[in-house]
């Protein structure tokens, strides 16, 4: 059956002499495997369209029960190539598409998920700035959208509404909890034994901003350096802790070395 999808490319391997098997992330069958026949011979049409992190219109020979799909074209929407090179931006698209690939099963289609990763990257490769911010509403939109949303707005011990209540009693911060995911009160969390991480309250407001604010209005968001590398690694802690896999630590070496250069 011939069908046409729109995907994003988590990662690619050498296959045989001049092809490459290509993990997907596709709108409408989920994640799935697929070969490019000759997608390493320079001379091929599609030669460097299937590459890692590029979000493509492709048309798939799809049959169900096979483990490989075979695809059949690609047309290039957005690449990081695009862009002016920048390895903070490549390092930033690793992490999110290595999150993606540990997040998803197998041909369960999410579209919710899918929009999500598509915009993202589209405003990665078009942006000079801001990556880390662009990456921390992208962790707390994807497990949010995977069914761990954590609780922001109220206590997530005592229910009671965290912004009057911090007011009220002039708090410096507040305790983000992993596991009922959200934000406590700090004598609400000294009860429970769950792990738990101090946040001060401008890394609250610009969390709690973040979680209403849709992606094209990120600009507009007033963010601390300090505040969004903070939220950068507790969200990723969060997502890690509430994904079934663990981080390939691989994938995060190389970010690691990408950045450090």
Known sequence: MIVKTRAVVLREIKYRDQSKICTLFTSEFGKLAAILKGGRNPKSRLSGKFSAGNVLD??????NGRDIQLISDGSLLFSPLSAEPDMERFATMYRIIDLISQALEGEEK???????????????????????LLF???????????????????????????????????????SFVMNPGGV?????ALRQISQQHSITMPAYRLLS??????????????????????LCK???????????????????????????K
């Open 58 to 63: 492709i048309v798939l020979y799809k049959k």
């Open 234 to 260: 507790l969200l990723q802690e969060y997502c890690r802790q509430h994904l079934d896999h663990a981080p390939r630590n691989r994938n995060l070496a190389v970010v690691a070395q990408m950045l450090s």
């Open 110 to 132: 999410n579209l919710p998920l899918f929009s999500i990763l598509s915009g993202v990257l589209e405003i990665l490769y078009s942006t000079e700035k801001r990556f880390e």
């Open 209 to 230: 901003e973040l979680s209403s604010a849709p992606l094209s209005a990120l600009d507009e968001i007033d963010a601390g350096e300090a505040e969004t590398e903070f």
């Open 184 to 188: 406590a009160l700090p004598a609400a």
């Open 136 to 174: 921390a509403w992208f962790l707390l939109r994807m497990i949010s959208t995977l069914g761990f949303e954590p609780s922001l707005d109220r206590c997530v011990y005592s229910g009671e509404p965290l912004s009057a209540a911090a007011e009220t009693m002039m708090l410096r911060e507040l």
